[in-house]
């Protein structure tokens, strides 16, 4: 068992700046590969970034947002740059056993209660 607590979102400008943090308790975080899914109003659950040994990200967000992990903090990391209205969304922090990174939200044993982020215009 593991869980996952968020916290970093907060309401930013187009163009701002967000890192957004996902603490992790239970088993080591290093058996788990870690994701990052946003969900939007009235929207589906969608890939953002996804972690074991290097980052894999969205097409969306590629080149402006940076996942990473700190096994001894037991803490993954979503740097979030450039941002655009349409980033709004409720972002969740997911982990999965023993398994390579998953665009897919039913791939994921762990989820978080999810941070908002807002990106005004």
């Known amino acids: 068992q593991v869980q996952l607590v968020e916290s970093g979102g907060g309401l930013v400008q187009a163009g701002g700046s967000l890192r957004l943090s996902c603490a992790t308790s239970g088993r080591t975080l290093s058996t788990y590969t870690m994701g990052w899914f946003r969900q939007a109003p009235g929207k589906g659950r969608e890939f953002v970034a996804a972690i074991n040994w290097s980052g894999n990200y969205a097409d969306s967000v590629k080149g402006r947002f940076t996942i990473s992990r700190d096994n001894a903090k037991n803490t993954v990391y979503l740097q979030m740059n450039s941002l655009k209205p349409e980033d709004t969304a409720v972002y969740y922090c997911?982990?999965?056993?023993?398994?390579?990174?998953?665009?897919?939200?039913?791939?994921?044993?762990?989820w978080g209660q999810g941070t908002q982020v807002t990106v005004s215009s």
């Open positions: 997911a982990a999965a056993f023993l398994r390579p990174a998953s665009h897919t939200p039913t791939s994921y044993d762990y």
